[in-house]
């Protein structure tokens, strides 16, 4: 976890659980890590709360790096969505 915590750079693995497709992104709340016990997103009866969860814990440890953040998506159209938002180029 990252509550409270600030980084110069950070790094975030953007899992399954977030991806893009038809032109939006997606969240799946059945492909969250089945580590993650965090957050009891997996068990979660409400789909719009289980979105918003999602959204909002990649949203949070998007923004802990003050100086910088890099970001794998396992879902490469989401990677491509990103960089095309960004305005910034793929390094691979």
Same mark, same amino acid.
């Given at each position: &976890?990252?509550?409270?915590?600030?980084?110069?750079?950070? !790094? /975030?693995?953007?899992? +399954? *659980?977030?991806?893009?497709?038809?032109?939006?992104?997606?969240?799946?709340? &059945?492909?969250?890590?089945?580590?993650?016990?965090?957050? !009891? /997103?997996?068990?979660? +009866? *409400?789909?719009?709360?289980?979105?918003?969860?999602?959204?909002?814990?990649?949203?949070?440890?998007?923004?802990?790096?003050?100086?910088?953040?890099?970001?794998?998506?396992? *879902?490469?159209?989401?990677?491509?969505?990103?960089?095309?938002?960004?305005?910034?180029?793929?390094?691979?």
């Amino acid at each position: &976890t990252t509550q409270g915590l600030e980084f110069e750079y950070c !790094g /975030i693995i953007i899992g +399954k *659980d977030l991806r893009y497709e038809n032109s939006r992104v997606i969240t799946d709340q &059945t492909k969250e890590a089945k580590s993650d016990k965090s957050s !009891g /997103i997996r068990t979660c +009866k *409400d789909k719009s709360l289980a979105d918003q969860l999602i959204r909002n814990t990649y949203r949070t440890l998007l923004s802990r790096g003050q100086k910088g953040c890099f970001v794998y998506c396992e *879902d490469k159209s989401l990677l491509q969505y990103m960089s095309y938002m960004l305005g910034k180029s793929i390094i691979t």
